[in-house]
């Protein structure tokens, strides 16, 4: 079983140009596309968020279901869902503005336990910065480290969101020796200011740093250099690329028994480049299509 622990909630997508586009809801939120994804490669995938009692949250709920994601670690709450707006470049990159005031999966707090047969926790966005929740999912990731449990974090930064972004550098440095699997991309690395080199000796097995359609690129504790291309395909956004990215790496180390820092480490040239290619071909798919919309098993092969 793979938990993806973070917020889910609702894009508006402009179906067109200027600031009085109309606007689309699709359902959305890093880790909740990642959760997504997972279940539709095929992983077994629980869902642990706090997601409103509204309309929208119902709507969220109802699509975890319907890709087999195991959603009794969620929370409920009757705030609203948080909005998040989208505005989708020439190139199909997409930046986005986000209404969060008193929304209910900001109010996570710290579950009990997590589902039995857990062998890896997935950690990103907004949800490790929007208090009070952001501090759960710290303990969260720092308790589920602790016992020995595999970590990924993807920081999936949201600059909009960060008041003290010195701070919030600091913070993410102090989550790294509970990280596992550390994915974000290069936009993320330079905001971030740091190395992959740098990150891995605080505590990573491995550091996968995302280029969009110039690739992929691992960094291993060891001292590996993997890179891959990006796959050929025609944009219609971004939304959701680097989620499926997240997913599919998990899912790949999933299949392979290798959700573990030895094993990781252990991958060597031809298993990273399997692994690297298949998450690029993953993201191709997501990108092909509009809004956050991953691939099927059957969609990408593995």
Partial sequence: MIVVA????????????GAL?????????????????????????????R????????ALL???????VDVSPVQRGAEPTTLAVASVD???????????????????????????GTRAVSFGTCSMV???????????????????????????????????????RARFRSWLPSVSLLKLSAEDAEWLGGTPREWLAAGPAAVVVTRGGAGLTAYTR????????G?????????????????????????????????????????WAELLGFAARAAAVTCSRAGAEPPFAHEVAF
Avoid: M
């Fill in 231 to 271: 796959e050929a395909v025609d944009v219609v956004d971004t939304i959701g690329a680097g989620d499926t990215v997240n997913a599919a790496l998990l899912h790949g180390l999933a299949v392979r028994d290798a959700l573990g820092d030895e094993a990781v480490a252990g991958l060597g040239a031809e298993g």
């Fill in 21 to 49: 586009a109309a606007l689309r809801p699709a359902l959305g939120g890093g880790p909740y596309n990642t959760a997504v994804a997972l279940g539709r490669l095929g992983s077994p995938t629980a869902f642990c968020s």
């Fill in 130 to 168: 929007l208090e009070p929740g952001a501090s759960a999912y710290e303990e969260l990731l720092r308790e589920t480290a602790a016992r020995g449990v595999f970590t990924a974090l993807d920081p999936n930064i949201r600059a909009g969101l960060i008041p003290d972004p010195d701070a919030y």
């Fill in 6 to 17: 973070g917020e889910a909630l609702i894009d508006l997508v402009p179906q067109g140009t």
């Fill in 51 to 58: 997601v409103s009692h509204d309309a929208f949250g119902e």
């Fill in 62 to 68: 109802d699509r975890l279901g319907e890709t087999g």
């Fill in 90 to 116: 020439a190139d199909g990159s997409a930046a986005y503005s986000f209404y969060v005031d008193g929304t209910a999966d900001r109010l996570f707090s710290l579950p009990a336990a997590l589902p039995s």
């Fill in 222 to 229: 060891e001292g590996g250099e993997y890179a891959v291309p």
